[in-house]
C-alpha cells in the first residue's frame, strides 16, 4: 500500500509542463482553448413517452443542417455549436438552439436526461431517415444494424459529447520547448501534436472513472427500458429500476456498451496503433452478424457483417478526431491529417441544467484534460486496458458505496483518496488556467468538486434519487417535470434577433443541400457503399 492509500502519479514532466503552462508568452494561449458541445436529446411527448413523429420540417434537413441533427433515432435530436474559445458564448449558442428548436416541435418536450422517457416496443422505434441520397442511406443502414446489433432501445440513451483542441500557436511552443530540452525526436509539428494528443487519451482513459463518479447524473431508468432484456437492476419503485450506489447507467452495461466489443483490443499508444486496430475490427467478421448481412424489404439491414460496420460503432470514452471531407472515412481522414481534436463522450446530460451542461462542468473538464496533457503518459498495454474496465464498471455501479477501492496499476486503493490526489494535481492545472483568464472560476470548480468526493449525496446520481424521494416521484415524473421547467425557460429566453435569422438561414438552406445531394448520385448504393470501403 501507498503512502496514505494514495497512487503516485509520475511526476517526470509534470512540474516541467505545469511550469510551461505559466509561462508569460503561453499564458495568453490558454485563453483560446477551443471548444464544441454535441447535446443529445429525445422529443418526447406531453405525457412522457417517446415521440415517434418525423424530424421537424421546421428545424431543416437532418442530413445537412450543421447546427441541429438526428442519432440514432428519428426522435433523438442532436444540438451542434460551432467551435468557440469562450464558455459563455457555447452555452449561449446551444441556448439559442434550443430556443429555436422549441419553436419547431410544437406541444413536444426535448428530454432532459440520459436514460429514456417510456418506449414503445423496441421494433416501433423509428430510425432516423435522411433522404434518398446515397449518404442518407448509409446512415439509415447504419443505424438498423445498431438496431439489430444491441436493440433500438440501447440506442435511445442520451448523452453530452465535449469537443477539445489546443490552438496550433499553443502546439508551435509545446513542439519548440520540447525541441530545446531533447523531449521530442518528432521533426514535423503534426506528428508531435498526433503523439501529444495520444498522450492526453491514455491518461484521460486512466482517470476518467473520476468524470462518472462528479457527473454521472443516471442512477435509475423506467422500467420500460429493460423490457425483454436481462439486467440485474432492483426495483426502486412501482415505476423504476437502479442500482443503490450507481452513478451512470448510461456508461455501463445497458448504456451504448457491447458484449461483442468486449474482448476487442485498440491501442492508443500512437495514432498508427490506434488506426491499426480499428481497421482491423473493420475487417473482422462477425459470425452473429452474418444473419443481418441480407437486404429485407429492399433495404441494406447493416453496412457489413465485420465486428464494427464504421468506426463510430465503437464504444469510446474518448476519440480521436479529424474533419472527414465528403465521403471520407474517419480513419483515413485521421492517419492523413493526423489528430485535429479530441472528443470527450463520457458525460451524462445534466437534469438539473436546461442545456444538459453547465460552465463548471466545462472549466472542470478544460482543467481534467490540460492536467491529462500535461501528467507523464506511459504506453498502455491488454493488462492496462482491463484495469480500466474494472474502475469504469466500479464506478459505473458502486460509485457512491462506502469505502469503495479501484484499482491502481495492480493495487487496490481507495476510491476517494484516489480522487483526491488526482484533484491535487488538476487543481495545479487550474491555478494556471485562473492566472490566464485572471479569475479564480477554475480553482472554484475544483472546490465543488473536492465537495463532491468527500459528500456522495452532491453528486448529480444522488441528487437524482434523492429529488425523485422528496418528490415521491418516478423517474418519468421526476424528468418530466424537469423538462417542463426546462421548456418554459427556453420559451421565455430571449433570443438575439440576427442569431435567430442566422440559425433559421442555415435550417432552409440545408434542405436546399439535401436536395443537391439527392440529385448528384450518379452510382446505385451497393457501388457507393463498395467505393467507400475500398478507401
Not at 344 to 370: M, V
Not at 503 to 518: C, K, V
Request: proline share 5%.
Amino acid at each position: 500500500m501507498l503512502e496514505s492509500g494514495r497512487p503516485r502519479l509520475p511526476q517526470g514532466q509534470f512540474s516541467h509542463r505545469l511550469k510551461f503552462l505559466g509561462d508569460e508568452k503561453v499564458r495568453p494561449l490558454l485563453q483560446r482553448i477551443q471548444r464544441g458541445i454535441e447535446k443529445e436529446g429525445l422529443r418526447t411527448t406531453p405525457n412522457g413517452k417517446l415521440a415517434i413523429s418525423p424530424h421537424p420540417i421546421g428545424l431543416g434537413s437532418a442530413l445537412s443542417n450543421s447546427w441541429l441533427t438526428t442519432d440514432f433515432s428519428e426522435s433523438l435530436l442532436e444540438f451542434i455549436t460551432p467551435v468557440f474559445e469562450s464558455i459563455p458564448e457555447t452555452l449561449a449558442y446551444l441556448n439559442t438552439a434550443h430556443a429555436l428548436a422549441y419553436q419547431q416541435i410544437k406541444n413536444e418536450i426535448i428530454w432532459g436526461a440520459s436514460m429514456p422517457s417510456v418506449l414503445p416496443e423496441d421494433k416501433d422505434i423509428p430510425i432516423a431517415q435522411y433522404g434518398s441520397s446515397n449518404i442518407a442511406k448509409m446512415k439509415t443502414a447504419y443505424r438498423r444494424g445498431l438496431g439489430h446489433r444491441y436493440g433500438r432501445a440501447m440506442q435511445t440513451v442520451a448523452g453530452i459529447h465535449y469537443n477539445f483542441s489546443l490552438p496550433e500557436s499553443f502546439w508551435r511552443s509545446a513542439f519548440e520547448q520540447d525541441k530545446y530540452h531533447g523531449q521530442t525526436q518528432h521533426k514535423y509539428l503534426q506528428h508531435y501534436i498526433d503523439q501529444r494528443y495520444f498522450d492526453l487519451i491514455r491518461n484521460f482513459r486512466r482517470h476518467y472513472w473520476l468524470l462518472i463518479y462528479l457527473f454521472g447524473a443516471a442512477p435509475c431508468a423506467d422500467a420500460s427500458f429493460v423490457q425483454d432484456r436481462n439486467h440485474d437492476l432492483q426495483p426502486l419503485n412501482e415505476y423504476d429500476v437502479f442500482k443503490p450506489y450507481a452513478t451512470s447507467l448510461r456508461m455501463g452495461d445497458l448504456g451504448y456498451q457491447s458484449a461483442a466489443q468486449n474482448a476487442l483490443y485498440v491501442c492508443y499508444n500512437s495514432l498508427q496503433s490506434y488506426a491499426e486496430t480499428i481497421s482491423k475490427a473493420l475487417r473482422t467478421p462477425y459470425q452473429d452478424y452474418e444473419k443481418f448481412s441480407s437486404p429485407a424489404n429492399g433495404e441494406y439491414q447493416q453496412l457489413s457483417s465485420s465486428l464494427l460496420q464504421i468506426e463510430n460503432e465503437f464504444y469510446s470514452a474518448i476519440r480521436p478526431k479529424q474533419v472527414a471531407r465528403s465521403g471520407e472515412t474517419p480513419i483515413k481522414a485521421l492517419t492523413q491529417r493526423g489528430v485535429e481534436y479530441i472528443e470527450i463522450r463520457c458525460l451524462d446530460i445534466n437534469p438539473f441544467s436546461p442545456t444538459g451542461i453547465d460552465d463548471k462542468t466545462i472549466r472542470f473538464l478544460d482543467a481534467f484534460l490540460l492536467f491529462c496533457l500535461c501528467a507523464d503518459s506511459p504506453p498502455s498495454d491488454a493488462d492496462e486496458y482491463k484495469s480500466i474496465t474494472f474502475n469504469q464498471a466500479r464506478i459505473v455501479n458502486h460509485g457512491r458505496e462506502p469505502n469503495l477501492t479501484i484499482l491502481c496499476g495492480k493495487q487496490k486503493l481507495d476510491m476517494q483518496a484516489c480522487a483526491n490526489h488526482l484533484l491535487d494535481q488538476i487543481q495545479a492545472v487550474a491555478m494556471e488556467l485562473d492566472n490566464a483568464h485572471d479569475s479564480n472560476d477554475y480553482t472554484k470548480t475544483i472546490t465543488a468538486q473536492r465537495e463532491k468526493v468527500l459528500n456522495t449525496a452532491l453528486t448529480p446520481s444522488a441528487l437524482v434519487l434523492s429529488t425523485m424521494e422528496q418528490l415521491q416521484a418516478s423517474h418519468i415524473q421526476f424528468n418530466l417535470a424537469q423538462a417542463n421547467q426546462h421548456a418554459e425557460y427556453f420559451r421565455q429566453l430571449p433570443i438575439d434577433k440576427h442569431k435567430q435569422e442566422n440559425l433559421i438561414s442555415i435550417a432552409r438552406q440545408s434542405i436546399t443541400q439535401q436536395q443537391e445531394l439527392e440529385q448528384q448520385d450518379d452510382v446505385d448504393f451497393s457501388t457507393f457503399l463498395a467505393n467507400y470501403f475500398n478507401q
